[in-house]
């Protein structure tokens, strides 16, 4: 079965990184197909011709798209080796809750209010997109997007508590959801001068724990690399 899995995907991509460590704690032997994104292949938009985005599954000829639907795929289909998700249907749902708020995070008027009204969401945006913004702007913009980032992070520090992982005393889907951003962490702190491990050493904490798992440490790239490809991207795109 291993042999008919493709994963077609943009190396530094956190989404398709939360799919590639999901893989290796399945043990699923892939093809991996790097796309370039500005000049798509006809694969890619052929597999999914709604968004035209990477990542993208393919398993016996067929598509999955989303990452997050992608992971519970893996973990259902390949149920028997590392489950992701609790069997309990409301542990179940928690953590399919913050794997989405990772994507979709509340503003900081309903930050405070998620836990009594976790479905009050208002000017959405995700972990990327605030990342994004850190590092693509300057001046009341970025410093903005570097608040509203630190609340979300400090939000879900508080969820994970003194749990060892997300997941309990195991990697669980919202770890997977999460730690592909760790790999960004350098490139965030570096363009917005900051320090994410000075206002959320737990978070930071558990990231290093989980770099200590063999499916994450031999999947997330450089931290280092990771910046190089922001200034890369930053000089494509004009940003100064």
Not at 6 to 14: A, G, H, I, Q, T
Not at 67 to 79: C, N, P
Not at 204 to 224: G, I, N, Y
Request: glycine share 6%; net charge neutral; proline share 6%.
């Amino acid at each position: 079965m291993g042999d008919e899995v493709v994963l077609l995907d943009f190396w530094p991509s956190p989404f398709g990184l939360r799919v590639r460590i999901a893989l290796a704690l399945k043990g699923i032997k892939y093809e991996y197909k790097d796309e370039d994104l500005w000049n798509k292949s006809p694969l890619l938009l052929k597999m999914n011709p709604v968004h035209k985005k990477i990542p993208v599954l393919i398993h016996k000829g067929k598509p999955i798209s989303e990452s997050l639907i992608m992971v519970q795929y893996i973990d259902e289909v390949w149920k028997d080796e590392s489950p992701l998700l609790p069997s309990d249907p409301y542990q179940r749902s928690q953590a399919m809750f913050w794997a989405d708020f990772v994507d979709k995070k509340a503003s900081s008027s309903v930050l405070s209010s998620i836990l009594l009204c976790p479905l009050n969401f208002c000017n959405r945006m995700q972990i990327y997109g605030l990342g994004r913004k850190v590092c693509m702007t300057k001046g009341e913009e970025q410093e903005t997007a570097k608040k509203e980032l630190m609340e979300c992070l400090k939000v879900l520090e508080g969820e994970l508590g003194d749990k060892p992982y997300f997941g309990g005393e195991n990697l669980g889907f919202v770890d997977v959801s999460l730690i592909p951003f760790y790999s960004r962490f350098y490139a965030y702190e570096t363009c917005g001068n900051f320090s994410i491990e000075a206002e959320c050493p737990t978070l930071v904490a558990w990231a290093k724990r989980c770099m200590e798992k063999e499916s994450v440490f031999s999947t997330l790239p450089d931290q280092h690399k990771v910046y190089d490809f922001v200034l890369q991207l930053k000089k494509k795109l004009g940003i100064e």
